[in-house]
């Protein structure tokens, strides 16, 4: 039997993400390559960067606890 508590994973895509936050194809790179921005590393299906949706709410948490702009 499943749990029926257990939420199932959303993933979200690369320009979604861009979307999610207003920014370009650059700023993402960057927010991936500067491990002081602690951003979540994405997943790869196939050639595309998918991100867990709880890794970017729990990232957007820690912003906006440390007084950080996303």
Request: with cysteine; hydrophobic share 35%.
């Amino acid at each position: 039997m499943e749990d029926t508590n257990e939420v199932a994973e959303m993933y979200i895509s690369g320009p979604k993400v861009r979307k999610r936050y207003g920014i370009s194809e650059m700023t993402l790179w960057r927010w991936l390559h500067e491990s002081q921005s602690g951003f979540p590393q994405p997943i790869y299906l196939g050639r595309f960067r998918h991100w867990k949706l709880s890794a970017l709410v729990e990232w957007e948490r820690e912003c906006a606890r440390k007084g950080r702009v996303a």
